[in-house]
Nanobody
């Protein structure tokens, strides 16, 4: 079992920045991939970015590439999502999720954190 807790959401003006953190506990190891997803009101959940728990092999959605950076914070043992140049369309609940590398489906999910970008 893996437990995930997100933090760092909030209200920010368009063009601003926020940093989200995902703290993981339980059976975490380099065998896991951690992803960030988001879901806006009335829309389906969408992939944002992912990284191996070891801190390598990052992937980004086209909509966030160049503005968002996913990384591992070794000091805090978290997976962080640095979000820059935020737009109103980035407003959503952001979820952290984890899966084994050999699986396509994310099996473990956090409770989500709200990000609101005002224009």
């Amino acid at each position: 079992q893996v437990q995930l807790v997100e933090s760092g959401g909030g209200l920010v003006q368009a063009g601003g920045s926020l940093r989200l953190s995902c703290a993981a506990s339980g059976r975490t190891s380099s065998s896991y991939v951690v992803g960030w997803f988001r879901q806006a009101p009335g829309k389906e959940r969408e992939f944002v970015a992912s990284i191996r728990w070891s801190g390598d092999s990052t992937y980004y959605a086209d909509s966030t590439k160049g503005r968002f950076t996913i990384s591992r914070n070794n000091a805090k043992n978290t997976i962080d999502l640095q979000m820059n140049s935020l737009k109103s369309e980035d407003t959503a609940v952001y979820y952290c999720a984890a899966r084994l590398q050999v699986r396509l489906q994310y099996d473990y999910w956090g409770q989500g954190t709200q990000v609101t970008v005002s224009s």
